[in-house]
């Protein structure tokens, strides 16, 4: 008990004062629970966030403190991550299983952080078990420009967000037993748009009595629509039947805006369009999200309804065309190129965006990640990247490397394919603080996968088929590549990114196809400030409330019976 007292001491002492201060404060009060529903028609179970799916929104402005209270309902562990927000300075709120314990069933905990310095459209969604997300729990993030940073395009007459992404009838119970006994998922059953199935614009197709998203509309006017695909593992197209789609934003990023009449959107990925309703309202219009890449694209079609509010009749005619070869990646790896940067506006900083030249940096390690199809590893069908399926430690990554907890990870995940056999481990790479990584995913499975790392954007810097060489940086862009937080890799091909290590903190980098995720396809960076006790850029004392477990699970019995003084001298930390 007096050395755990004597190691908070010691992590409050070297803490420097919390940014947050001065700040303004969001308080959010949510209930994850089951509800019961039917967005295909049939009967089943969905994770609601406050009786809502999707979940509420939480809707805030650069740099303000954010505080939500989490209640789990469920009846299994919780744990709820950001996408694309970035934690600085609070890596212990990022919610995953490298960073928090989750919240036991029944439970109640509280995530604390800042947006700092970022603008832009994100989402929430549940993480304790991967596949989770497959039964909702899932809500928009919305970060707004402060009033004295414009926003590059005239300010929109609405904001809307939409939640797309495949949808099976089977509970994500179900799903896991699947994929533990060492079977597929299987084809979707369906595609959802804002959690409800589709508009029945075909007979044959769309059974009667399914409930559909309508969205309505003023003529004339221009809106905002953020476009979410919180699926399990379809990428999908999206476009609006007579309307164009002007891209103007992608996860955090403002980009050279150009308009699409429809625009692929992989598992994981956010984009911002401007929408005009220059139609002459003779009907409704259809909005659509159909799968790509799959066989019967026909079953695998989220339709939602348009409606202006002068609008003369329902929706008619065919929906409006995919890509003409629906296994044809070339569309979908060139208009993933045509993506570009806004290098003149400004972004969550009074500065241009394009001030950062990614590409007079100097790269300091280099990681060629490679996934293969998944495979038996000691008689059980897992993911990998290197040849390495990671397996999640009872102990957090995080917690384990605060209270130097030995045998919980291992700081040696190759920068390259290794010729071995393949293996489950607990590897992590040990990142060098403000250096500048590059990243290569080969992706030598049959799928398109999508990566996600959080903590930081980066910089998307190449994406061609074939393997990855020295010769292919050759092709990069180094000027204007995007910069997000979820990037597609298509298979048989590769996709490079850059990246500025200037946070410190242990950030997962995960695939976010749900199945392969589950699987293990998976690892964690871990970026240590070497001048933590002088630098503004340490993160804050963990958190009084913090949740232990693992190897560190008698500190949470200590905390919850005789040492109040222990929490008392964290708030008192947090407060300095």
Same mark, same amino acid.
């Given at each position: 008990?007096?050395?755990?007292?004597?190691?908070?001491?010691?992590?409050?002492?070297?803490?420097?004062?919390?940014?947050?201060a001065?700040?303004?404060?969001?308080?959010?009060d949510?209930?994850?629970?089951?509800?019961?529903?039917?967005?295909?028609?049939?009967?089943?179970?969905?994770?609601?966030?406050?009786?809502?799916?999707?979940?509420?929104?939480?809707?805030?402005?650069?740099?303000?403190?954010?505080?939500?209270?989490?209640?789990?309902?469920?009846?299994?562990?919780?744990?709820?991550?950001?996408h694309?927000?970035?934690?600085?300075?609070?890596?212990?709120?990022?919610?995953v299983?490298?960073?928090?314990?989750?919240?036991?069933?029944?439970?109640?905990?509280?995530y604390?952080?800042?947006?700092?310095?970022?603008?832009?459209?994100?989402?929430?969604?549940?993480?304790?078990?991967?596949?989770?997300?497959?039964?909702?729990?899932?809500?928009?993030?919305?970060?707004?420009?402060?009033?004295?940073?414009?926003?590059?395009?005239?300010?929109?007459?609405?904001?809307?967000?939409?939640?797309?992404?495949?949808?099976?009838?089977?509970?994500?119970?179900?799903?896991?037993r699947s994929?533990?006994?060492?079977?597929?998922l299987g084809?979707?059953?369906?595609?959802?748009?804002?959690g409800?199935?589709?508009?029945?614009?075909?007979?044959?197709?769309?059974?009667?009595?399914?409930?559909?998203?309508?969205?309505?509309?003023?003529?004339g006017?221009?809106?905002?629509?953020?476009?979410?695909?919180?699926?399990?593992?379809?990428?999908l197209?999206?476009?609006?039947?007579?309307?164009?789609?002007?891209?103007?934003?992608?996860?955090?990023?403002?980009?050279?805006?150009?308009?699409?009449?429809?625009?692929?959107?992989?598992?994981g990925?956010?984009?911002?369009?401007?929408?005009?309703?220059?139609?002459?309202?003779?009907?409704?219009?259809?909005?659509?999200?159909?799968?790509?890449f799959?066989?019967?694209?026909?079953?695998?079609?989220?339709?939602?309804?348009?409606?202006?509010?002068?609008?003369?009749?329902?929706?008619?005619g065919?929906?409006?065309?995919?890509?003409?070869?629906?296994?044809?990646?070339?569309?979908s790896?060139?208009?993933?190129?045509?993506?570009?940067?806004?290098?003149?506006?400004?972004?969550?900083?009074?500065?241009?965006?394009?001030s950062?030249?990614?590409?007079d940096?100097?790269?300091?390690?280099?990681?060629?990640?490679?996934?293969?199809?998944?495979? *038996?590893?000691?008689?059980?069908? @897992?993911? &990998?990247? #290197?040849?390495?399926?990671?397996? $999640?430690? %009872? /102990?957090?990554?995080?917690?384990?490397?605060?209270?130097?907890?030995?045998g919980?990870?291992?700081?040696?995940?190759?920068?390259?394919p290794?010729?071995?056999?393949?293996?489950?481990?607990?590897?992590?790479?040990?990142?060098?603080?403000?250096?500048?990584?590059?990243?290569?995913?080969?992706?030598?499975?049959?799928?398109?996968?999508?990566?996600?790392?959080?903590?930081?954007?980066?910089?998307?810097?190449g994406?061609?088929?074939? *393997?990855?060489?020295?010769?292919? @940086?050759? &092709?990069y #862009?180094?000027?204007?590549?995007? $910069?997000? %937080? /979820?990037?597609?890799?298509?298979?048989?091909?590769?996709?490079?990114?850059?990246?500025?290590?200037?946070?410190?903190?242990?950030?997962?980098?995960?695939?976010?196809?749900?199945?392969?995720?589950?699987?293990?396809?998976?690892?964690?960076?871990?970026?240590?400030n070497?001048?933590?006790?002088?630098?503004?850029?340490?993160?804050?004392?963990?958190?009084?409330?913090?949740?232990?477990?693992?190897?560190?699970?008698?500190?949470?019995? *200590?905390?919850?019976?005789?040492? @109040?003084?222990?929490?008392?001298?964290?708030?008192?930390?947090?407060r300095?």
């Open positions: 008990m007096a050395l755990l007292l004597l190691s908070l001491l010691l992590l409050c002492a070297r803490s420097p004062e919390p940014a947050m001065g700040d303004p404060f969001a308080y959010f949510w209930e994850a629970s089951y509800q019961s529903a039917r967005p295909l028609g049939v009967a089943q179970k969905v994770i609601a966030i406050n009786g809502q799916f999707p979940g509420p929104p939480l809707n805030v402005t650069t740099n303000w403190n954010v505080v939500v209270n989490v209640r789990n309902a469920l009846d299994e562990p919780l744990l709820l991550t950001w694309g927000i970035q934690h600085r300075k609070t890596p212990w709120q990022d919610g299983a490298g960073t928090n314990c989750p919240i036991p069933a029944g439970w109640n905990w509280t604390r952080f800042q947006v700092k310095d970022q603008v832009g459209s994100f989402f929430y969604s549940p993480s304790a078990a991967p596949l989770h997300r497959a039964a909702g729990g899932y809500g928009g993030i919305v970060v707004n420009n402060r009033d004295v940073i414009p926003i590059p395009f005239p300010f929109p007459d609405g904001d809307l967000t939409l939640f797309i992404g495949d949808w099976y009838v089977k509970s994500h119970k179900d799903l896991r994929l533990d006994a060492g079977a597929p084809p979707p059953d369906g595609v959802l748009i804002n409800l199935g589709p508009y029945r614009y075909n007979d044959t197709l769309v059974p009667p009595a399914i409930s559909y998203e309508r969205i309505n509309v003023e003529p006017r221009t809106y905002r629509l953020r476009v979410h695909n919180v699926g399990v593992s379809t990428s197209n999206f476009r609006i039947q007579g309307h164009s789609l002007l891209l103007v934003e992608t996860e955090g990023s403002y980009t050279s805006q150009q308009n699409y009449s429809n625009m692929d959107i992989h598992v990925q956010s984009y911002s369009f401007l929408v005009t309703m220059d139609q002459n309202a003779s009907t409704d219009y259809y909005v659509v999200a159909s799968a790509r799959v066989a019967d694209p026909d079953k695998l079609t989220g339709v939602a309804i348009l409606h202006y509010s002068n609008s003369q009749g329902p929706a008619s065919p929906l409006p065309a995919a890509p003409d070869d629906q296994y044809d990646t070339a569309f790896i060139n208009q993933a190129r045509s993506i570009r940067w806004n290098v003149t506006a400004s972004g969550a900083r009074p500065n241009p965006q394009g950062f030249h990614y590409g940096i100097t790269v300091t390690d280099v990681y060629l990640l490679q996934s293969r199809p998944p495979e *038996l590893i000691d008689g059980q069908l @897992r993911s &990998t990247i #290197n040849g390495i399926s990671y397996i $999640a430690p %009872s /102990t957090p990554l995080i917690l384990a490397q605060l209270f130097n907890v030995p919980v990870f291992k700081l040696d995940f190759p920068n390259h290794m010729n071995r056999l393949p293996k489950v481990d607990t590897s992590v790479i040990n990142g060098t603080y403000k250096g500048f990584m590059e990243i290569i995913f080969q992706n030598n499975a049959t799928t398109v996968q999508s990566y996600h790392l959080d903590g930081y954007a980066f910089f998307v810097v994406m061609d088929y074939g *393997l990855w060489t020295d010769n292919s @940086r050759g &092709t #862009n180094k000027w204007d590549g995007v $910069a997000r %937080s /979820t990037i597609q890799v298509f298979p048989g091909a590769w996709t490079a990114v850059l990246v500025f290590l200037d946070n410190a903190g242990i950030w997962n980098l995960r695939v976010e196809n749900l199945d392969s995720w589950y699987m293990g396809q998976e690892l964690y960076i871990s970026v240590v070497p001048e933590e006790d002088h630098s503004d850029k340490t993160p804050l004392p963990l958190p009084d409330n913090t949740i232990f477990c693992g190897a560190l699970s008698s500190l949470q019995n *200590l905390i919850g019976s005789s040492t @109040r003084e222990l929490r008392g001298l964290g708030r008192r930390c947090l300095r």
